[in-house]
């Protein structure tokens, strides 16, 4: 069941085409890569989805609701949840406090925004640190940040812009770990990576993006053995065989 | 028999030592306060020097919570000077008691909130600034031009006095300082307790997300414009407030003076000095800056011009060295305080977080 | 159309041309180094103080005592942007600082500034009288006052000659790459710090240059400066950040809007109407006229 839709979108910025004619359409519970080289599109496509840019053409829908041009924090009350490229802490607050914020989106007391901060910090396993604050953090502790703060809003669909931008292999497996972890609570993910073997082994779908238009579309096997992706951005080392 | 018990047990817990510091501080300093109308009875002076620390700080507190939002106002002391005037001229004018005109005098203010607010509310920081700057300036116009606004006369300018009307609580006039003191007092420590509880609740934690990073905080859920709008016509209608306090105490209002820009300057520079996106820094700045300013006052009344320069080099130094106040090194030292002597157990530093923590 | 009308019109148009060398200064400052210098007004009077004591004190004549002023203007620019300005530069460790700040920080300059002058020169009106120019030219039925038009040829070769320093030098060059994109301007080798002060000191040398050309006529009083200063914000943002010609469109326009208004109303309603138009400008179209930098 899909449960998100994007139909024949388009944006521009001036003179460029950034976002082409996109269809797309995200699964529930999948695990969705969105692959392409940097200037695809990729972001673009995210801030048209979470709000923050308004579609030139084209429809944006969310659980079979038309949720095109609504702002940004519309779209989250909606359900879907997003992180940063770059990451956005609240750098004077702790931890616990940064995820609260995103806890009242599903709660009215300050106690119930605990709670459910508090969840989300043990998914993604941030218990022990909660009262580190945002300037203190180290890149692997905030990308995890924002993924617990999205998390915490009750999302039932994240947009996670290269969550393993600036980690080491060890970090990343623990961090795709986690990723998993929230994939088996039955939370929808579409991630944008351009570590290969990340997207290979996480996502059960992957979609290729180039110059605004998406490219190709596919099980992992499927995009990387098309000689297309191999062309335009894989190399060959990353093939699956058989 | 219950009382008794009830006092029993917060004695045991001061004894204990349960309580964080900072609340013991609190209680210490306003009982302290109480006391002084009664201790210097015969010196008004300094109960008048007090009375003006509260009103400061209480202007200045007012000013902060769009601070805690991320903006800065510019020109706040336009709505200090709308609170002043709907009082004064309801009263002087047509006769109508400062305890009912005190309401229209909020309702006027937030009125002046909402003309400037909405159309400003995508405007970035020094962009709300300069547009609150102007606003401040085109009410000093109108009130130094006008003079009649239909029926009502506004004075053109000149100064605006209150007839004395001697010892009459129905018109919010007193012939002592008392009242006033404990008045004012009240409202400092409601402004303050105010501040505090907005921090703590749902609307606070939203003000601190859309002022470290407003792209986040929407990513979260939070409209950053109608949070930033109720931060700002909460500080308008708490500060047209003081303003009619103020009109009622010093019975005098000087548009030239107040309205003006270094009077806007000046609630900043106090704001600042203490911690301009604290909850209790704009008031612990009031408690520097006022009585430095009177010092000022008395050493160099010969040379008026002294104390806006003054002023001057005190924000030119702060903005330089310590532009988030001096409210954070204050706490730092509370908090060490309170481990090394009051409390050096771990279950201080989680409540002290909680309670007194980062503002 | 009446006399009285076009007369009002004209006097603007005269009016604009000093707005406009005050918001080229303020332009030069906020386009490149993207602070807000709030302490404009007074500077401005204070090097007026200084040409009005040159004229005073050892008979120099206003338009000869620039020769003075202005270099002084430029010294003292760059001395406020190294010496106050900057540090705060250092404690971000970037190029490009929160213009709320140094609003703040040149607001208290500003209050520094013009009651320096108020204790040092009390609250007095200074004149200068008898210079150089006096007189005035006949068109019609209109009576310019030369003094007066050549603060109008003084913006126009200001600007004039700021757009070629801009567009047609290598220093300029240097100015509008620091302006464009401080860190790659900074990688090519460019001081960027020493440029900032270079631009600082050249937007108080401009709007000196009209401050003496304005002195044979404009009495002076400690806080005068503010007044002006005020108009040359709404010249800038009228004519958007970062445009020089802009400036002089806007100055002139809001010379005459300012003139005519207080014609039809009086001085005080047309400053209200002046700072309405800022603040319409400012919530619908930020950029203003001809700006260039993003708001």
Redesign the interface.
């Known amino acids: 069941m899909a449960i998100l839709e994007v139909n024949n979108l388009v944006k521009r910025f001036g003179g460029l085409v950034a976002v082409h004619d996109l269809d797309m359409t995200v699964n529930e519970g999948e695990t969705l890569g969105l692959i392409g080289p940097n200037g695809a599109g990729k972001t673009t496509l995210f801030n048209m989805v979470a709000g923050y840019y308004r579609p030139d053409k084209g429809q944006v829908i969310f659980q079979d609701h038309d949720i095109t041009g609504l702002k940004p924090y519309e779209v989250c009350r909606r359900g879907i949840g997003r992180t940063f490229q770059t990451t956005k802490p609240f750098l004077d607050i702790s931890i616990l406090e940064n995820v609260v914020i995103g806890g009242f989106m599903q709660a009215h007391s300050t106690a119930e925004a605990r709670r459910a901060a508090q969840d989300a910090l043990d998914i993604l396993e941030l218990s022990d640190r909660v009262e580190t604050l945002g300037s203190e953090l180290t890149v692997p502790d905030r990308k995890r940040l924002e993924i617990a703060r999205a998390l915490a809003t009750g999302a039932k669909l994240l947009l996670l812009d290269e969550p393993m931008a600036g980690l080491t292999p060890s970090e990343k497996g623990h961090a795709s770990e986690l990723l998993r972890k929230i994939s088996g609570q039955g939370i929808t993910l579409v991630i944008v990576e351009h570590d290969m073997k990340v997207v290979m082994t996480l996502c059960s779908r992957i979609i290729l993006m180039d110059r605004g238009e998406k490219l190709l579309e596919g099980s992992p096997k499927e995009v990387s053995s098309d000689p297309r992706a191999i062309t335009a951005y894989l190399g060959e080392e990353y093939t699956v065989s058989g | 028999m219950k009382q008794n018990r009830g006092i029993e047990a917060l004695g045991e817990r001061l004894r204990t030592r349960q309580i964080p510091l900072g609340w013991v501080i609190i209680a210490v300093v306003l009982i302290l306060l109480i006391i002084v109308p009664f201790a210097w009875k015969d010196n008004s002076y300094y109960v008048h020097i007090v009375i003006t620390i509260f009103i400061w700080g209480y202007m200045a507190t007012a000013w902060g919570l769009v601070g805690q939002s991320g903006q800065l106002s510019f020109g706040h002391a336009a709505f200090m000077g709308i609170g002043a005037y709907t009082t004064g001229i309801l009263y002087s004018q047509f006769g109508v008691t400062p305890w009912l005109g005190v309401f229209v005098a909020i309702g006027l203010a937030t009125l002046g909130g909402v003309i400037i607010g909405i159309p400003t509310l995508r405007l970035r920081g020094v962009y709300f600034a300069l547009a609150t700057f102007a606003f401040g300036f085109i009410i000093l116009m109108i009130v130094k031009n006008a003079t009649y606004i239909g029926p009502v006369y506004i004075g053109g300018g000149a100064f605006l006095t209150l007839p004395r009307a001697g010892q009459a609580p129905a018109v919010f006039q007193f012939e002592s300082k008392t009242p006033y003191y404990f008045m004012a007092l009240a409202m400092l420590a409601g402004i303050v307790y105010l501040s505090h509880w907005f921090n703590r609740s749902r609307m606070g934690f939203y003000w601190t997300a859309i002022r470290g990073d407003q792209d986040a905080a929407e990513s979260l859920g939070i409209d950053a414009a109608k949070y930033r709008l109720r931060a700002f016509l909460i500080s308008c209608a708490l500060t047209g407030l003081g303003g009619a306090f103020f009109m009622q105490y010093f019975r005098f209002f000087s548009p030239q003076k107040v309205l003006d820009v270094s009077q806007s300057i000046q609630i900043a520079l106090i704001g600042i000095v203490g911690g301009w996106q604290s909850v209790f820094g704009p008031m612990i700045g009031g408690f520097i800056i006022v009585p430095v300013a009177e010092l000022l006052r008395l050493n160099l009344g010969a040379f008026p011009a002294m104390s806006p320069i003054i002023y001057g080099i005190i924000l030119m130094l702060f903005i330089l060295f310590m532009p988030n106040g001096v409210n954070e090194p204050f706490m730092r030292g509370l908090n060490w305080l309170e481990r090394k002597y009051w409390r050096p157990s771990q279950n201080a530093n989680n409540e002290n977080n909680e309670k007194v923590g980062r503002q | 159309m009446s006399e009285a009308l076009v007369a009002a019109v004209v006097t603007g148009i005269l009016l604009g041309g000093l707005y406009a060398v005050i918001a080229l200064g303020l332009n030069l400052i906020f386009g490149i180094i993207r602070v807000?210098n709030f302490a404009h007004g007074s500077i401005m009077i204070i090097l007026m103080y200084l040409g009005f004591f040159l004229w005073y004190l050892l008979g120099i004549d206003p338009y000869v005592g620039m020769l003075i002023v202005v270099p002084v203007a430029f010294g003292f620019g760059y001395g406020i942007q190294h010496v106050?300005i900057r540090?705060?530069f250092k404690r971000e460790k970037s190029y490009v600082v929160?213009?709320?700040?140094v609003?703040?920080?040149m607001?208290?300059?500003?209050?520094?500034i013009s009651?320096?002058a108020?204790?040092a020169f009390q609250a007095r009106v200074w004149y200068v009288y008898g210079s150089a120019f006096m007189g005035s030219v006949s068109l019609g039925f209109l009576h310019l006052t030369k003094q007066r038009l050549i603060v109008v040829l003084v913006a126009v070769l200001l600007t004039a000659g700021v757009y070629w320093l801009l567009n047609h030098t290598s220093l300029g060059n240097r100015i509008r790459a620091v302006g464009q994109n401080r860190e790659a301007a900074a990688i090519c080798g460019i001081n960027v710090h020493h440029i900032y002060a270079l631009t600082f000191g050249l937007g108080c040398a401009v709007t000196a240059v009209g401050g003496c050309a304005a002195l044979p006529f404009m009495p002076i009083t400690p806080f005068a400066g503010?007044g002006l200063a005020?108009r040359a914000?709404v010249v800038v943002i009228l004519g958007g950040l970062g445009s020089v010609r802009g400036a002089l469109l806007a100055g002139i326009i809001i010379g005459v809007v300012e003139t005519v208004g207080a014609h039809f109303t009086?001085s005080?309603?047309a400053?209200?109407i002046v700072?309405?138009i800022?603040?319409i400008i400012?919530?619908s179209r930020?950029k203003g006229l001809l700006g260039t930098i993003e708001?």
């Open positions: 807000i106050l540090p705060m929160e213009p709320l700040g609003l703040l920080l607001a208290g300059f500003d209050l520094v009651n320096s108020l204790w503010m005020l914000f009086n005080s309603i400053a209200i700072f309405a800022f603040l400012i919530v930020p708001v």
